[in-house]
């Protein structure tokens, strides 16, 4: 039950932090980078954002009590979860090497991002622990 309450809370938190980046570019000089988007967002949208985050959390949940021997530090857990949310976020921005976009808005995007699932990591580093012993 505390692995489940940790997944939904930093599926939470992620969503949240996603949101607060979406109102601060929105409102800052940095919407002048940001491509031609469509600014009117559904619930739909809302809600097909939270299930993929809550999938990808869930995934990466897992993965992470596959390796759990290894992450025997709260540090450990974190820079893991961290260093797969920005590969992640990396790969969502992986369209640039594609089509026609600028450099810095995708750098802004891949910062901003892995800065979220720093505090994604953090989160779940305080749910998901290891039961060896030494372990922290």
Same mark, same amino acid.
């Not at 940001?34 to 993965?63: C, G, H, Q, R």
């Not at 891949?110 to 800065?115: F, P, Q, Y």
């Given at each position: ?5 940790g ?5 939470l938190?992620?969503?949240l932090?996603?949101?607060i980046?979406?109102q601060?570019v929105?409102?800052?000089f ?6 031609? +988007?469509n600014l009117?967002?559904?619930?739909i949208?809302y809600l097909s954002?939270?299930l993929l ?22 540090k450990k ?5 961290f ?15 594609w089509t026609?976009s600028q ?8 910062a901003?991002?892995?800065l979220n699932?720093?505090?994604?990591g953090? +989160?779940l ?11 922290q």
């Amino acid at each position: 039950m505390r692995i489940f309450l940790g997944i939904i809370l930093a599926t939470l938190i992620n969503f949240l932090f996603g949101l607060i980046g979406f109102q601060i570019v929105s409102n800052s000089f940095l919407f002048s980078y940001a491509p031609e +988007v469509n600014l009117d967002i559904s619930f739909i949208d809302y809600l097909s954002s939270i299930l993929l985050k809550f999938l990808v959390i869930a995934m990466l949940t897992w993965i992470m009590h596959k390796v759990m021997p290894l992450l025997d530090k709260p540090k450990k857990r974190i820079l893991f979860i961290f260093i797969l949310g920005s590969i992640f976020s990396l790969y969502s921005e992986i369209n640039l090497f594609w089509t026609y976009s600028q450099w810095n808005w995708s750098a802004i995007i891949i910062a901003g991002e892995s800065l979220n699932w720093l505090i994604t990591g953090y +989160v779940l580093s305080k749910f998901i622990r290891p039961n060896h012993l030494g372990a922290q």
